[in-house]
């Protein structure tokens, strides 16, 4: 099992940034792919970012291209969320999930985080 702890959310203002962090448990993290959730309310969760297991495959949803970034470092079992250019829109709770299969716009988490709030002030 693979247990995941997200830092790094908070409330900043429209047009700042913020970096979040997906920490896991152990070192078969380098054996899944990485994802960002987010979940606002009254919406359903949508996968707004992806990551394969080497790094070399992205995904990003249409809304944050440009301005999000996805990056992993598997020698430290990290994933990292770069937000910038930040929109009152942008805010939510987003979780990381880990994902043994993922094609597309579609991740399946098969481990998940349990969310770290984003607030943007406009």
């Known amino acids: 099992q693979v247990q995941l702890v997200e830092s790094g959310g908070g409330l900043v203002q429209a047009g700042g940034s913020l970096r979040l962090s997906c920490a896991a448990s152990?070192?078969?993290?380098?054996?899944?792919?990485m994802g960002w959730f987010r979940q606002a309310p009254g919406k359903e969760r949508e996968l707004v970012v992806a990551i394969s297991i080497t790094g070399g495959n992205t995904y990003y949803a249409d809304y944050v291209k440009g301005r999000f970034t996805i990056s992993r470092d598997n020698a430290l079992n990290t994933v990292y969320l770069q937000m910038n250019s930040l929109k009152p829109e942008d805010t939510a709770i987003y979780y990381c999930?880990?994902?043994?299969?993922?094609?597309?716009?579609?991740?399946?988490?098969?481990?998940w985080g349990q969310g770290t709030q984003v607030t943007v002030s406009s």
């Open positions: 999930a880990a994902a043994r299969y993922w094609t597309g716009s579609a991740l399946r988490g098969d481990y």
């Open positions: 152990r070192r078969t993290f380098s054996s899944y792919h």
